[in-house]
């Protein structure tokens, strides 16, 4: 199916940054994200046209599958996916091979060199590899130890490696996990991933504010009152509980990808647009930022759990009651926190985070309150008129809303908020890709922008570094409150606004 020609930024992109030559190596291909995530974004980029007839996708785990049974295995998982494009699936299979790989075992790592050279060869992919570390956080050093000693990462001009998220625990560990990492390969080699920042309505803020005269000049603390990121799920733990509680919505989601989306939201014009103008400037808003009251930290940030919910007829178990969480766990499921950013643009602008899990709806948006009108001239039915917002939705229906107000029908001059919106799908005709479809070609590409630099990990660290200390030596300080399953979380969360006369928005 050609691209919509309502769309010719699509159309310009997928014919200019098609993917050169290359050998994609996914670590941990037999764990849940290569088959939910990886493939299907590989897939996407087959259909779009954007993969070279030149490339493979090598994937390594632990256990001794052969290439057949990697193929059979991905394809099951894939079914529905699949479906509707059997011929194209079957060529694009062509590209799949496997090799077990335990990372910690350098002999077999120095085996996989011996394949990828010989898949080099048959593929033609000109010695260019990518190595996507799908694995578990404690195999990130030694992995990347293991591809140095093995020859794999030698030249920088052809070998990249992709780490997930978490990249350290603390702001201690990732700066001992930089240095591992950067010992193996050079800063332009790495690149730390955020699903987060692949999505086109988190680039999309730079757009908005840097191609439209209209927003800039107001995006400051003259005319902003507040800003609010959340990030909600409507799902438990799922089958994550091993990962989770050692992480917690802390380390899972508000050092990384909502504290992202703040220094994207927040970043000063970067001088020209490229990769590390863009970085340099998240950087500085990650090293400015600070909790809102970092001598009694336990003031400026909320925890809690879910507990049970739902009906009789669907009921909802609570965090506790979830397989494999201990049954007195403190782990927080939820996790509100209040930010300034110390700069002359945001001082004094509260900046209010919050994600959690079990919520009662799936949603990620930035929401940008301005400055009431100094003088209410006109009647209104309500008491205080509604503050201008302007409302990004990261997802699900990705775009943007205005929020205003309008004179209501009528002989009286009274006011009403009205809504001006922008949808990414009926607007371009077709929806936005995912996350990972954009970041893997990115990553391929050689493109950094949207990977996370060394100095911007450990600042998002630092920042939270009183929260974390708390947590692990005076939690009582900062206890973990509970919620019902569906609702916007625990109360605790809405006093932290309150103190400021501010609330949630409510979807």
Known sequence: MQPSLSNPLRIGLRQERVIPPQCLIIFGASGDLTHRKLIPALFDLYLQRRLPSEFAIVGCARRPWSDNEFKEKISSKLFEKISDNKDEWRIFSNYLFYQPVDLQNLEQVKDLASRLSQIDKKQATHGNKTFYLSVSPNFYAGGCKALKESGLIEDPKKSRIVIEKPFGRDYSSARRLNKIVQSCADESQIFRIDHYLGKETVQNILVLRFANTIFEPIWNRNYISNIQITSSETVGVEDRAGYYESSGALRDMLQNHLTQMLAVTAMEPPGKFDPEAIRNEKAKVLQASKLA????????????????????SSPLNGYREEKGVNPNSTTETYIAAKVFID????????????????????????????????????????????PNQLILRIQPNEGATFKFEVKSPGSGMR????????????????PSDEGYVRLLADSMLGDPT?????????AAWKLYTPLIELMENSPWKLPTHKYESKTWGPPEADQLLAKDNIFWRRP
């Open 293 to 312: 009251n970092e001598i009694k930290p336990w003031e400026c940030c909320v925890r809690g759990q879910y507990g049970k919910g739902g009906n009789i």
């Open 343 to 386: 700069n002359w643009r945001w001082q004094g602008v509260p900046f209010y985070l919050r994600t959690g899990k079990r919520l009662p709806k799936r949603l990620g948006e930035i929401v940008l309150t301005f400055k009431d009108v100094p003088v209410h001239l006109f009647e209104s039915t309500i008491i205080d008129p509604s």
């Open 415 to 430: 006011s009403r908020p009205v809504q001006m919106d922008f949808s990414y799908d009926e607007s371009f005709g077709e």
């Open 450 to 458: 949207l990977f996370t630099r060394s100095d911007e990990v450990e």
